[in-house]
Nanobody, 122 residues
Framework: VQLQASGGGLVQAGDSLRLSCVAS????????MGWFRRAPGKEREFMAA????????YYAASVKGRLTISRDNAKMTVYLQMNNLRPEDTAIYYC????????????????WGQGTQVTVSS
């Protein structure tokens, strides 16, 4: 089982980015997926989750309205579209495979991607 995240970069405030996470080694559609981020000096923080079918999504209150999670099961890929980025969005973003429990808890995920750095300048 592997998750490979990509799409991060250096952007300016107000810009948009789309992160991708390609999964391999398991039946992708059978698992809900989540995105987290870890800002410098902070704990890993839940951003969004999507069910295996892609029909339901969940967001942290702090980012709801600016982020959109989606997935393409044929491509075994989950996406995180981020709009109107702010300097406080600067962090390493991680995708993860959900195995049960609370979406916002890191303990509910058993496999993590390596992370992709997003840096937002003001």
């Amino acid at each position: 089982v592997q998750l490979q995240a990509s799409g991060g970069g250096l952007v300016q405030a107000g810009d948009s980015l789309r992160l991708s996470c390609v999964a391999s080694g398991y039946t992708f559609s059978s698992y809900d997926m989540g995105w987290f981020r870890r800002a410098p000096g902070k704990e890993r923080e839940f951003m969004a989750a999507v069910t295996g079918s892609g029909t339901a999504t969940y967001y942290a209150a702090s980012v709801k309205g600016r982020l959109t999670i989606s997935r393409d099961n044929a491509k075994m890929t989950v996406y995180l579209q981020m709009n109107n980025l702010r300097p406080e969005d600067t962090a390493i973003y991680y995708c993860a495979r959900f195995t049960g429990g609370r979406y916002y808890s890191t303990r509910s995920y058993d496999t993590w991607g390596q992370g992709t750095q997003v840096t937002v300048s003001s």
